[in-house]
């Protein structure tokens, strides 16, 4: 299986071209991005799935209750089987304006064994500066399911504490981006690559002309740009849709131990080395005799334990791998020494500590 994977990669790494990108597909205009809302409210109307009597849901659900000018009595605590509290989460995209809708998840805090057919109390959505950005509300749509019987056997789908309100959240304020104001655009990529950085740069001023974009870095590019939302848009949009030849990745193998899964780049070289790969086995096999008395004698039955240990030592010659500039000659290699997943990893590990491996090892 290995091997196949291997084969797999190297047919799609060695005859794939390089490929010109756009500049969006590279990374991102600094200050454009989305930003997590968080919020605590409370499920109602669930089938006795809830929190029950946990102190924090009564709390909770006083606090709800004194919103409509409703006061509970003192010292009661009411068992609330068909409510639970719950955290809120989602993403605020760049540029949401006020009145636009967002999906959000919702999910159990505290026992409840289900959140399905609950609906979500209105609850503030805050940001990380603490200011609300959006309010949620309504039914909740619940892919889990679970079921328990009265001697205590029970059964669960998929997570049903947890579930999603689609357009569920409305958004009250505008997060400002500052690109309109900011003395430059700064484009930052997505991985740090000073080469790639510098053909983004060489890219944009063939377009535009003069020196208008400038690398600071191996990620972010600094590019002068006119005052003017509306003009700055036009710009963004034009220097996104700009095709560039990312430069070529670090030379990686990656390895995970555990599935056998083995993903080389093109970028991984090797020189010369002699590796031979065997396995000792040890095994033990074990017997009882069982010895009879003769007929009519005084002798007694008995049986006598037999131990055979056997150790087999499968024999493979040394095997050569040749100096290669193509991923093609690594998958040829390692095909040839007919590693499994686990012996796979200690000879890279040996092809990285005797330096014939160019690249880097990354294990998972």
Known sequence: MIRFVIALLAATLVIAPAQAQRVKDLGGFQGIRTNQLTGYGMVVGLPGTGDDNLEYTVQSMKGVASRFGLQLPPGVSPALKNAAVVMITAELPAFAKPGQKLDITVSSMGKS???????????PLQGADGQIYAMAQGNLAVGGLGAEGADGSRIVVNIPSSGRIPEGATVERVVDTGFDRAPFLTFNLARADFTTAQRVQDAINSRFGGARARAIDGVSI????PAGADVRAELMSEIENLTVEAAEARARVIVNARTGTVVINSAVRVSPAAVTHGKLTVRIDEAQNVSQPLPFSKGETVTEQHSAVNVEEEKKPMFLIQPGPK????????????????????ILEALKEAGALKAELVIL
């Open 113 to 123: 064994k289900s959140l399905r057919g609950g609906t979500l109390i209105l609850t």
């Open 222 to 225: 600094a590019v002068q740009a």
């Open 327 to 346: 991923l093609a000659d690594v998958v040829k290699a390692v095909n040839a020494i007919g590693a499994s997943p686990a012996d796979l990893v200690a």
